[in-house]
């Protein structure tokens, strides 16, 4: 041991620090225990170096690793995540607080974490050494007292058995676990960390040797006594003799009826392998010839096809040499798939040289699946928002049904479900899997359900019989409780997440729970997709619907077989106890847009019932004193809803206007004043779903609304304070700034009501479910003025602390306010939504001003990475945006500014131009007498100041026509008239103009005569 310290040592010194030298010790110091079992430099800061011998991320639920010197190795630990990520054979220095952790053993390790230590570090000094050879133990000197002096070490038990022949752990574990082995002496464990591939692992062939670290028990495995073995992977353990060796395939997605070629791996475990066998499963067919094999890798440097023993169901290989790390490869071309899908299993056989052949123990399989044509089977309803008895909408009766479209059956073994979750995943997430043998025979359909029953809400309780399937996500105890035996189960074949909390079933999208794509906090897109294999290779059909809400156009429009960018079904989910059902006369035309329709009777394995039977339903709620949202349970007409004389209200109201939103279930209506709890009825007529059903002409009773108007609020004094200041108030209106848009880590959002008037909704806390521009708001709040504490600035009116209902979505009702600019600077327009346009006059920062000649308006980011520096001085700029104040002294009447939302609200409608001055008048003799006056147009670069001046020919000025911005192209007059009001005498004058750059300098220059004459009498 001392020989093999001083060389690892020796190692770790080649990039070891020289200042360090002194700080480094042997691992067995740190090993060393006192009369108590506990280390002697337990708490202490100590430096070792050494080979890692357990590389990070082996043990994934911590960073444990296993460092080794020639006098002991020991367990180091960082904290999760910490860096560096160490491999195997890496040379370490090691700093790090030494401590202990108690199982029914007490394991030694190095905390190397600066929360033990300030100065705790790992670092790699070099990569790619060899591992030291691993020392050899046996059973009893493992499980013995004597076991201590190995912990830590990289160790090799020989020859060893598994002492109960079902004790392997050949599911995944959820937490440690522990295996007894024995040699013909006595026994000891095998320590299985839950993180590693050890669990869900083949058992080995026996006998078998273990390599791995030596450690006492697990906490978790606190019963046993004594150390036992850790390996690493499942390579680590290593089978003996004829019958070892591991196997695999490199197949890609196989599929049954077809030629293929298909590569096997092999690598020996303990001693030489110098003869393999594999078979050809039963369904496949192979030509038998030797030259259709080839062979490859060092393993198979030396080897040869046997052609005696090859045939059409066997290959033999002779003269290999496997053993551990040296790998061969089997290549096989032109093998036939069988003609029905399923597993099938290459039965692997190995010998040691000059030994008999024994199959080993976990041969590789092979799943074939079935290559169906697009359409074969069709996804042919779907019904996702079902009612309880009650009428309430509930998604535990949801179902999908398939239809066989062929004149044959189909086998679905291997054949998956999926649909889009939250992930907005256009190729599905969750894989759903019909058990293997399942068929669906020609022209038949399959119902998978959500719940076959579940109390009174489930597939049986309303339909009246039990589903073909349902989901079962065996790993949920919860939904285990729920497994109803009268339906068979589909099986979870992707990962499960092991939580019974949460659910793994599709829901799709309408449901209570539903899933989807998310927008704004709200479930908006929905993809359900077949497929003939669990890889996702071989789409079979395919269906999507969007929320117009949400989406102006397909979420998925790239994605393989779901068609052109606007084929989705475009106005959302089913509504409650609808489906929706395919047209089964027409061809599929992969657009969910024209395959399907809306059908009010559910059918499923049946042949679907098209169309809609049942009448709309209206529901009325005033959303302020002007303004109601009229909602149905169901897509309606949108010309209908939009016609404004299909209203009536008694109660001495009538109906102005009528908006209808992109999805066609909800209306908003404008009526004249409402009295506030006054009583209302409205009457719905000539108002029809998409089917051609008439609402029923019944009276919506509605109360008056007591909700103030935004002008109200926005009323001021003489300060330019609200007069409502300080008084709790609820408004109604529509979004023009969605919440996000201004200060992200808050709600600062504005709305607009149909009137023009606009405000600030400010609230300190992140809206969950944030309303979209066109949302409709009920808003409850405290009127206030927003005034900065450190500098008195601000003024801007606000609702504040506010409660947001959002009432309705998805309208297009707001519309710019267009105004001059010199028109956006005023009290009454604080919290508009305006355009405007003008020149860019001048740069400043975080701000620039445009004028169009009215007066100039700042343009201000409001908390917004918009980028500004586009613009240049000269630039005529369209803006769209919200009128704010920030004003720096009361009485609060300046400071306004224009804040735009997105960099698409600004637009250059012209760059500014570097030309020279211009200047043109009418070609006539001026006379004064008669009242006349001459027109001048001139121009000049954008932004430059221009002076227009009128001159005598002795150079003296005259008359100043204009003195200012140039704005482009302009107007003036000139009445023969000097600055004092003077007629002056005829004659002949000079008009000029002078543009000066804005760089500086001289400018441009530009000049025409006027003639000045008097009328002869």
């Keep these: 041991m001392e020989k093999g310290w001083a060389f690892i040592v020796a190692l770790a010194l080649v990039a070891m620090p020289l200042a360090a030298l002194g700080d480094v010790i042997p691992i067995s110091d740190v090993n060393a225990d006192d009369e108590m079992g506990a280390p002697v430099l337990g708490g202490e ?191 680590h353990v290593r089978s ?65 096809v046997v052609p005696d023993s090859t045939s059409a169901t066997l290959i033999t290989v002779a003269d290999a040499g496997l053993t551990v790390g040296v790998e061969g490869t089997i290549a096989i071309a032109n093998l036939g798939t069988p003609a029905s899908a399923g597993p099938s299993v290459f039965a692997v056989s190995t ?103 579940i109390l009174s809400k489930g597939f049986q309780p309303r339909f009246g019989f039990y589903p073909d399937f349902e989901l079962l996500d065996e790993d949920n105890s919860i939904e285990r409780l729920f497994d109803n035996s009268n339906a068979p189960n589909m099986l979870l074949v992707s990962a499960a997440d092991g939580d019974d909390n949460t659910t793994q079933e599709m829901m799709y999208l309408g449901g209570d729970a539903s899933t989807g794509a998310v927008v704004a906090g709200v479930a908006s897109y929905e993809v359900i997709l077949l497929y003939s294999d669990p890889e996702l290779a071989n789409l079979v059909d395919a269906v999507e619907y969007r929320n117009p809400l949400f989406w102006d156009a397909d979420a998925c429009a790239g994605a393989p077989g779901l068609g052109g960018p606007n084929d989705a079904w475009a106005l959302g989910a089913p509504p409650v106890d609808y489906s929706l059902g395919r047209d089964e006369a027409a061809a599929d035309t992969d657009s969910s847009a024209d395959d399907f329709v809306l059908c009010s009777e559910a059918t499923p394995g049946a042949a679907n019932v098209l169309g809609d039977a049942v009448p709309p339903v209206a529901s009325v709620e005033p959303a302020s004193g002007s303004l109601l ?43 004249s004043p409402q009295t506030p709890e006054s009583l209302y009825a409205l009457t719905i007529t000539g108002v029809h779903d998409l089917a051609g059903n008439p609402v029923a002409a019944e009276p919506l009773p509605f109360e008056g609304s007591d909700a103030v108007t935004i002008a109200e609020v926005q009323a001021f004094d003489e300060t330019g304070y609200s007069t409502l200041r300080g008084e709790q108030v609820t408004v109604a209106g529509f979004t023009t700034v969605p919440p996000g848009v201004f200060q992200p ?66 309208f297009d009702v707001v519309r710019p306010i267009v105004i001059p600019t010199g028109d956006v600077g005023r009290e009454e327009r604080e919290g508009q939504y305006v355009r405007t346009s003008g020149i860019v006059v001048r740069l400043d920062g975080f701000a620039y001003y445009i004028d169009d000649g009215s007066g100039s308006i700042q343009v201000y980011q409001n908390f917004t990475d ?94 100043t026509l204009f003195d200012g911005t140039s704005l482009g192209p302009s107007r003036s007059t000139w009445d023969g008239r000097d600055d004092e009001g003077r007629k002056v005498p005829p004659g002949v004058y000079i008009c000029h103009v002078l543009a000066s750059a804005r760089a500086g300098g001289d400018g441009t220059t530009e000049a025409i005569p006027i003639v000045v004459g008097r009328s002869l009498d």
């Excluded at 291997?414 to 058990?435: I, K, Y």
């Excluded at 909602?631 to 908006?659: F, H, K, L, M």
């Excluded at 009137?755 to 709040?781: C, Q």
């Design 45 to 235: 800061t100590v430096t070792v170096a050494g080979i890692v011998t357990v590389g990070t991320g082996t043990l994934a639920a911590n960073t444990d690793i296993f460092v080794q010197d020639g006098t002991g190795g020991v367990n180091v630990t960082q904290s999760f995540g910490a860096s560096p990520v160490v491999a195997l054979g890496d040379s370490v220095l090691v700093t790090g607080v030494v401590g202990s952790l108690a199982g029914s053993g007490t394991r030694t390790l190095i905390k190397a974490s600066t929360s033990a230590d300030p100065a705790a570090r790992i670092t790699i000094l070099s990569s790619g050494n060899p591992l030291p050879a691993p020392v050899v133990v046996t059973p009893r000197g493992l499980a013995s007292e004597s076991g201590e002096e190995f912990e830590g070490l990289y160790v090799v038990v020989h020859g060893v058995s598994i002492w109960h022949a079902d004790a392997w752990p050949e599911d995944l574990c959820s937490e440690d676990q522990s295996v007894r082995v024995a040699d013909s002496d006595t026994t000891c464990r095998i320590w299985f960390d839950a993180d590693t591939d050890l669990c869900g692992s083949p058992a080995p062939h026996e006998p078998f040797d273990v390599v791995g670290v030596a450690v006492p028990p697990p906490r978790d495995q606190a019963g046993w006594s004594g150390h036992g073995v850790l390996p690493p992977t499942r390579a």
């Design 240 to 304: 003996r003799g004829s019958g070892s060796g591991f196997a695999g395939t490199e197949a890609a997605t196989v599929y049954a009826g077809q030629t293929i070629g298909l590569t096997v791996s092999l690598e020996g475990e303990t001693d030489v392998l110098g003869r393999v066998e594999v078979g050809i499963p039963d369904g496949w067919t192979f030509s038998g010839e030797p030259s259709h094999v080839t062979l490859s890798g060092a393993a198979f440097a030396t080897a040869r």
């Design 351 to 453: 010998a040691l040289v000059g030994g008999e052949l024994a199959p080993i123990g976990a041969p590789p399989v092979v799943d074939v699946w079935t290559l169906a044509a697009s359409g074969a089977v069709l996804i042919n309803e779907i019904y996702s928002n079902g009612a309880t008895s009650s009428g309430q909408a509930n998604d535990s009766s949801e179902f999908i049904e398939l239809r066989n479209t062929t004149a044959a059956p189909i086998d679905l073994t291997g054949w998956v479900l999926t649909d889009m979750d939250n992930s907005g995943s256009c190729s599905g997430s969750n894989l759903w899997g019909f058990p293997d043998g399942t068929t669906i025979g020609a022209g038949e359909y399959l119902a998978i359900a959500k719940d076959a029953k």
């Design 629 to 671: 949202v009229l909602a149905y349970n169901e897509p309606v007409d949108a010309a209908d809803v939009s016609n404004a004389n299909n209203y009536a209200i008694d109660g001495g109201a009538t109906v102005r206007q009528a908006w209808v939103s992109a999805d066609r279930m909800t209306a908003v209506l404008r009526t």
């Design 745 to 810: 880590d808050r709600t600062s959002m504005f709305v607009q009501d149909t009137d023009g008037w606009g405000i600030n909704l400010y609230s300190p806390n992140v809206m969950g479910v944030p309303p979209r521009f066109g949302d409709l708001l009920r808003a409850t709040g405290t009127v206030e003025e927003y005034v900065s504490a450190s500098n008195n600035a601000g003024a801007t009116t606000e609702i504040a602390q506010v409660s947001i209902d959002i009432l309705a979505r998805g």
């Design 866 to 959: 918009l980028d500004f520096s586009v613009f240049a001085i000269g630039d005529s700029v369209e803006v769209t945006g919200l009128v704010l104040q920030y004003d720096y002294s009361a009485p609060y009447f300046s400071g306004y500014e224009l804040a735009p939302r997105y960099q698409s609200d600004m637009v250059i409608l012209e760059a500014h131009y570097a030309g020279s001055a211009t200047i043109d008048g009418e070609a006539k003799v001026l006379d004064i007498d008669a009242g006349e006056t001459v027109e001048i147009t001139y121009n000049a670069p954008k932004a430059s100041h221009v002076t227009v001046r009128v001159y005598d020919l002795k150079g003296r000025g005259i008359a």
